[in-house]
């Protein structure tokens, strides 16, 4: 799924972060592509790569960026688990732009002007708010949207969620010893109907992660369950962003992990249910199953 290189300078004022080689997106409930295709289709060779410019407590990067949306990350080695969940489906992954970031006290400030799902056109603001309440407890909100509009699509650029007019996050993480827990809350907005053509629709969604390192063990337990449902009918005219417009859908996921030194070990058994299907986009050959059950390893080598 990944064979991933990374050159970085976290010294000084001037700093930098590449990221080079190939890798994959395995997300419940969306067909998986393969390593190869992935790369070629989405960020190329390259997926991530930006200079940094650091002056006490703010700082300024520009280039192929991690968004800020979402609490789960793009690569599947920086997750609890191994495949991405439905609400990680509606959000950015990497976008090419700039941004700020500043430390005041216990709260971090961030902002970016980039080109969201990848577009190539830069309208998209985000920007997150962090408060680190103590040393057990986070609050994060994060927000952003196209405050323009992109009237095409790709394989990077999904149209209709590209041209969100508004996609919001409240995300809290908790760590103390063996746990780390992080419930969080999401909600976008398509807007734009008159450059899709199809009328404004939106997703509300919640999920929760757990990871539990058993102790004095190699092992680590990891769980996520959410749920989310996209808004209109199969008759409205509104978006399809889910099985359909107007359907729901909820997940369960768990991952045990095994680690010893730089290599590790991972199943994974994931479910995803669905209802108010539109027929066709669901499961199945026919698209008209409304569950899938899904299996998955990944071993390799972190170093």
């Known amino acids: 799924s990944n064979a991933q290189v990374f050159v970085q300078n976290v010294d000084g004022t001037f700093q930098f972060f590449l990221d080079a080689g190939t890798y994959s997106f395995p997300t419940v409930g969306v067909p998986y592509v393969e390593s190869g295709s992935t790369n070629t289709a989405t960020f190329g060779a ?50 090419r732009g700039v941004q700020a970031n500043y430390t005041a006290g216990p709260v971090l400030f961030n902002v970016s002007w980039n080109d969201g799902f990848y577009s190539n056109r830069f309208n998209w603001a985000t920007g997150a708010a962090t408060w680190t309440i103590n040393t057990a407890n986070t609050l994060e909100l994060v927000g952003g949207g196209n405050l323009g509009t992109t009237g095409y699509g790709s394989s990077t650029t999904p149209e209709v969620l590209n041209n969100d007019s508004k996609i919001v996050n409240v995300i809290y993480t908790y760590v103390s010893g063996a746990w780390t827990a992080q419930d969080y809350f999401q909600y976008a907005d398509s807007g734009n109907a008159s450059v899709t ?3 404004d629709t939106s ?4 999920g929760a992660l757990v990871n539990y390192a058993v102790p004095n063990t190699s092992w680590n337990l990891s769980a996520r369950i959410e749920d989310i449902s996209s808004s209109g009918s199969a ?65 390799g080598i972190l170093f």
Not at 203 to 206: L, Q
Not at 254 to 278: D, H, K, L
């Open 197 to 199: 053509g199809v009328r």
């Open 203 to 206: 997703t509300t969604g919640v």
């Open 46 to 95: 390259l997926p991530v790569g930006f200079i940094k410019y650091v002056n006490g407590n703010f700082s300024f990067q520009t280039g192929k960026l991690p968004t800020l949306i979402g609490a789960e990350y793009g690569f599947t080695y920086e997750n609890m688990n191994i495949s991405r969940g439905l609400l990680w489906n509606q959000e950015p992954i990497i976008s």
């Open 235 to 299: 008759t409205d005219g509104s978006a399809n962003l889910l099985y359909g417009p107007g359907s729901k859908a909820w997940s369960f996921t768990f991952t045990p992990t095994y680690q010893s030194g730089i290599f590790f070990t991972r199943g994974e058994v994931s479910f995803v249910g669905a209802s108010s299907t539109t027929r066709g986009m669901a499961f199945g050959k026919s698209g008209t199953t409304t569950s899938q059950t899904r299996f998955a390893v990944e071993t």
